[in-house]
């Protein structure tokens, strides 16, 4: 235990002052993980041969990390990209292998070590390349969407090319220097083995026929439990109000459904893929996507940093010219073929650029197919060991790669690049609360044609609303995390429409430290609150029952003997007095301190003629819990948005 410990302070320590150098410098989070693996490992020798058994454990990162990525498809989008899927993808997985084929045999190589070598440098970081994506805001590029289309292509081709590598061995002769070196490789082997595993157990004892149906119905589970079974599990779970039992029915999904894919033989980080895009509609898309987000990330940078501990620069010492050689010339050589196919595909400017550097390095599963090679004898000694550490070593070029697109990009012809309106974009208006007040508000703006993220933590109401059509997603909107996978980001509206009033001031509060620039529209349910909105950081503020109190007000003039222009002015006229005096004493208001002490909002409540504020404030008195949510905010504002009326609808 102690020893566990140990080493959990190594890592965490490393990862603590190497990431956030990288990220200062500009370089990005995977570099620093790389790097910090590398100072605890080779530089320093702190971690040693446990690297490989944490690698196993982490390389489930990767497998989130697609789940998450299928979240953010819909079925008909994944059928939108089929031609990315066959031109792109399937010809950068062709091209390639038969490139650095062709040069393995004019190089020396047997025909079969060098088709071996040729699918095990084919496919690129799926880890790495979605991390920096991610990380830079590419995803939604034309040139992110395609680099991704490629990824998933090389994950679902890695399974012919498994099962093809045992079948070269009968094309191999074990040359009388080599050894086989398949015990202990430079980097992990725990994908290949788990595989491995799986294809030589009960389903390769299956006919054709059988393995073929077990494979079809462990897809149709997937698909058929993702549309049935989640929601009553959830609902099931979300009953408890617990929010611990989201995560444990998260994971649970996440982690059966990689188990379900490993027991007949499939890529766990494909099947798990597949699911996210069943449930990129559920209305549990946001809980799933905020729960498994930590997970995801922390595993990712595990491996990273595994990956770079792992690196035996003996090996570079040895023979540098050659993996010099190996490395150089697999970046030029996918970097060639990937440019040649965003010619092809009509890629421009930036987008051309990046697709043709983000993928031009060795991956993750180039791991994989050298255990499977060097098992079955194909690729043995000092070659398996100068093709680890090349794959290794192109991975940790790939962070600078993305730093040479940047400054390429910048360079490039502004004409040439895609417009505006190709980039794909999560939804401007998120809406937190979805009772009577959010549920009109939802409803306008989908009457107007626009699309709004709708979170509530209410699983009853979101059900009874999705009988009528009101798409609504379940999650707590104070959860920080939460709030990223709805897109806060790149929000430019955010309107509170919780029911507890110290739940609208902390997500208030929340949105503005996590995007100052977003709108924030907040629904308060008095004055007192409507003064806590403000001091949180509110633009615009409406309190609930206030326009309907003026409209009720203007019908009493009207039967009174009133004009209707009559009492409309009379309504219009208190309304701006109300509004006026609403935001200068807003500005005198303090959390937590009594009316009777706060002598400067007294004389100018008693100079606005409002004797009534006082009663109020006695009356319904202060929220405790929200005036404490406030009591932190030293700052006050003394400006309001460009149009002069910070607060709004007469609050």
Not at 330 to 355: M, N, P, S, V
Request: charged letters at 20%; a negative charge; proline letters at 4%.
């Amino acid at each position: 235990m102690e020893s566990f410990l140990f080493q959990a302070v190594i890592y965490l320590g490393a990862a603590t002052v190497c990431v956030p150098l990288a990220m200062r410098l500009g370089l990005g989070s995977v570099l620093g993980y790389l790097m910090a693996g590398i100072v605890i490992g080779p530089v320093t020798g702190l971690v040693g041969s446990e690297t490989e058994s944490l690698q196993h454990f982490a390389e489930f990162g990767v497998v989130m990390m697609l789940f998450l990525i299928g979240l953010e498809l819909e079925p008909r989008s994944l059928w939108d990209m089929r031609q990315r899927l066959l031109g792109l993808g399937l010809g950068q997985v062709a091209l390639t292998v038969a490139l650095i084929t062709v040069a393995a045999v004019l190089l020396g190589q047997p025909w079969p070590v060098a088709l071996a070598i040729g699918m095990i440098l084919a496919p690129s970081s799926t880890a790495i390349v979605m991390q920096t994506l991610e990380e830079k805001a590419l995803t939604g590029t034309r040139g992110g969407r395609s680099a991704f289309s490629v990824l998933l292509t090389q994950d679902i081709v890695v399974l012919p090319m498994l099962a093809l590598m045992p079948l070269l061995t009968s094309g191999v002769a074990l040359r009388s220097g080599d050894t086989p070196a398949a015990e202990e490789p430079v980097i992990g082997n725990g994908e290949s083995t788990r595989i491995a595993e799986g294809v030589s157990t009960w389903i390769e004892q299956l006919p054709n026929w059988g393995a073929a149906l077990a494979t079809l119905a462990a897809v149709a589970l997937v698909i058929l439990g993702g549309q049935f079974l989640t929601r009553p599990i959830f609902t099931f779970a979300a009953r408890s109000k617990l929010h611990e039992m989201r995560t444990i029915v998260s994971l649970l999904f996440v982690i059966g459904v990689a188990v379900l894919m490993s027991f007949v033989g499939l890529s766990p980080a494909l099947g798990t893929f597949l699911a996210g895009v069943v449930l990129a509609s559920s209305e549990f898309r946001h809980e799933l996507k905020a729960d498994i987000e930590p997970f995801k990330g922390i595993l990712l940078g595990l491996f990273f940093i595994t990956v770079g501990a792992g690196i035996d620069f003996a090996v570079l010492a040895a023979a540098p010219t050659t993996v010099v050689v190996i490395v150089t010339g697999l970046i030029l050589a996918k970097g060639g073929i990937l440019y040649a196919l965003a010619l092809l595909a009509r890629l421009h400017g930036r987008d051309r650029i990046l697709f043709t550097l983000s993928l031009a390095q060795a991956g993750e599963f180039g791991f994989v197919l050298i255990s499977v090679a060097a098992q079955s004898g194909v690729v043995t000694g000092d070659l398996q060991a100068r093709l680890l550490l090349s794959i290794a070593l192109t991975m940790l070029l790939t962070p600078l790669l993305f730093i040479a697109y940047e400054h390429l990009s910048r360079h490039s012809n502004a004409a040439d690049a895609e417009p505006d309106d190709e980039i794909d974009a999560p939804s401007e208006v998120i809406i937190a609360g979805v009772g009577r007040f959010g549920q009109v508000v939802h409803r306008l703006l989908q009457g107007a044609g626009l699309n709004a993220v709708v979170l509530d933590r209410d699983i009853e109401t979101i059900q009874l609303l999705r009988t009528f059509g009101i798409k609504t997603y379940l999650g707590d909107p104070t959860r920080p995390e939460l709030l990223e996978a709805a897109g806060i980001a790149r929000a430019k509206v955010v309107v509170v429409a919780l029911d507890s009033r110290a739940d609208a001031v902390r997500l208030t509060k929340l949105v503005k430290r996590t995007n100052p620039e977003v709108h924030v529209i907040a629904r308060a349910y008095d004055r007192v609150h409507t003064y806590e909105l403000y001091r949180a950081g509110a633009d615009q503020i409406v309190r609930e029952m206030f326009d309907s109190s003026l409209r009720a007000g203007r019908y009493a003039l009207e039967q009174l003997g009133w004009s209707e222009t009559e009492a409309y002015k009379a309504r219009d006229a208190f309304y701006r007095h109300d509004r006026e005096s609403m935001l200068e004493l807003a500005k005198l208001w303090k959390p937590g301190v009594p009316v009777s002490q706060n002598t400067d909002y007294a004389e100018r409540a008693r100079a606005f003629n409002k004797e009534l504020e006082n009663a109020l404030l006695n009356r319904f008195g202060e929220d405790a819990e929200a005036a404490a949510a406030t009591a932190d905010l030293t700052a006050t504002k003394t400006d309001g948005p460009p149009d002069g009326t910070p607060v709004r609808d007469g609050s």
